[in-house]
């Protein structure tokens, strides 16, 4: 089985965002009722006052503003499925599992289309709550373990904050350039490791080239 997170890896942006703006520019009062509130909220937690699954929940609030959702997630991959990697395209496989810190309202429509399983952050849309933990950094390879999924041969991400979860896979990948280029995870050398475990425990995602 391969395992691959999605923003940055096999898309490249990050598709709850792409989608907000997407959704912004059809209802334009959305630029009043979220958006300040939105920019509020990253200052607040790159100042540390709040932790990420706080930004994140408020951030996919957004998601309770939008009229006509089933509609608009469709036509919102209807414009953009375009995007999905190549590379990916070319060696994908139908047991293979998207894992994902975005909401699976808005992942589990492309996923279907690729024909793959995948999980990712449960969010009720109506009440704008998690329904269960924020999918990212440790809480994927806690999903993978508990669940008893069978060994994984190949893991792909842009991010070293998902380390915990390269540890899980036989062979793990690090995509780099916007979901373009696929090299090897880099050696977990003492500095590393340290940089590593900061930016899980503080929430940020972590780049090659950061």
Known sequence: M??????????????SIG??????????????TFFPKALKNLVQRKRGKIPEHL????FFSYLTLVKDFDVKIERYWDKNEKKIASWYLAQKKS??????????????????????????????REYGVFLNNLMYAREKAKYIIDKGFPMID??????LADT????????A???????STVINWPELD????????????TGWSVHLDE
């Open 2 to 15: 391969n395992v691959y997170d999605f923003d940055g890896t096999i898309f490249p942006t990050d598709c």
């Open 19 to 32: 989608f907000c703006f997407y959704c912004m520019r059809r209802q334009p009062k959305m630029w009043f």
């Open 55 to 58: 930004l994140q929940r408020r």
């Open 95 to 124: 047991d293979d599992l998207i894992i994902s810190a975005s909401p699976d309202c808005i992942i589990g429509p492309i996923a279907k289309r690729l024909g793959v399983n995948y999980m990712a952050t449960e969010f009720d």
């Open 154 to 159: 190949n893991f792909y991400s842009d991010s």
């Open 164 to 171: 915990p979860l390269a540890l899980c896979a036989e062979k």
């Open 173 to 179: 990948h690090l995509v780099t350039k916007k979901a």
């Open 190 to 201: 003492v500095e590393t490791i340290k940089k590593v475990k900061e930016k899980i425990d």
